[in-house]
T-cell receptor, first 109, second 114 residues
Framework: GQQLNQSPQSMFIQEGEDVSMNCTSSSIFNTWLWYKQDPGEGPVLLIALYKAGELTSNGRLTAQFGITRKDSFLNISASIPSDVGIYFCAGPNGQNFVFGPGTRLSVLP | NAGVMQNPRHLVRRRGQEARLRCSPMKGHSHVYWYRQLPEEGLKFMVYLQKENIIDESGMPKERFSAEFPKEGPSILRIQQVVRGDSAAYFC????????????FGDGTRLSIL
């Protein structure tokens, strides 16, 4: 089945820094979803992308649908402590979605 | 504006017992998905259901696991004769209309097997 790769696997940044992470697939997708999971909670949908090249923002978060349709990027500007968590990308896999392994973000004060 | 509701949040069972996990989808959502998450790992798809139908159960073990989404009431994920390896967080998600709509997740049930 479909598999997604996320990079980096984990990252430690200083508060105030910008963050970039990406997600790649071996197959072409027509939808990309980005989720964030806080410890002990379920994933929360951050951004949904539906068109190649699309750039969508949600506050300090910006996500892009890669023009090859095999990748997507998530950027967080001016990170704050509450950005800590695991960021998952997801793409369609038949009648459901496949999730990447996640990027674990730690923000140091 | 209730989101996806899962209960219980924590469930402890002894080996050999049965575990029942419940999920009420968001209002207006008729598609339910169950995922399993082990510590430090991502979400693994288990089963996708619509009302009274199992659409895709390719991620669910053939033995001991079953799922239903009746016409009335919540979706149920049932694990019979639990073993230590069943310990995990089980998440339910729901979506509106069709299967490629974004899924919204509950806060999960953390199952611990003694």
């Amino acid at each position: 089945g479909q598999q997604l790769n996320q990079s980096p696997q984990s990252m430690f940044i200083q508060e105030g820094e910008d963050v970039s992470m990406n997600c790649t697939s071996s197959s072409i997708f027509n939808t990309w979803l980005w989720y964030k999971q806080d410890p002990g909670e379920g994933p929360v949908l951050l951004i949904a992308l539906y068109k190649a090249g699309e750039l969508t923002s949600n506050g300090r978060l910006t996500a892009q649908f890669g023009i090859t349709r095999k990748d997507s990027f998530l950027n967080i500007s001016a990170s704050i402590p509450s950005d800590v968590g695991i960021y998952f990308c997801a793409g369609p896999n038949g009648q459901n979605f496949v999730f990447g392994p996640g990027t674990r973000l730690s923000v140091l004060p | 504006n209730a989101g996806v509701m899962q209960n219980p949040r924590h469930l402890v069972r002894r080996r050999g017992q049965e575990a029942r996990l419940r999920c009420s989808p968001m209002k207006g959502h008729s598609h339910v998905y169950w995922y399993r998450q082990l510590p430090e790992e991502g979400l693994k798809f288990m089963v996708y259901l619509q009302k009274e139908n199992i659409i895709d159960e390719s991620g669910m073990p053939k033995e001991r696991f079953s799922a239903e989404f009746p016409k009335e009431g919540p979706s149920i994920l049932r694990i019979q004769q639990v073993v230590r390896g069943d310990s995990a967080a089980y998440f339910c998600a729901s979506s509106h209309r069709d299967s490629n709509q974004p899924q919204h997740f509950g806060d999960g049930t953390r199952l611990s097997i003694l």
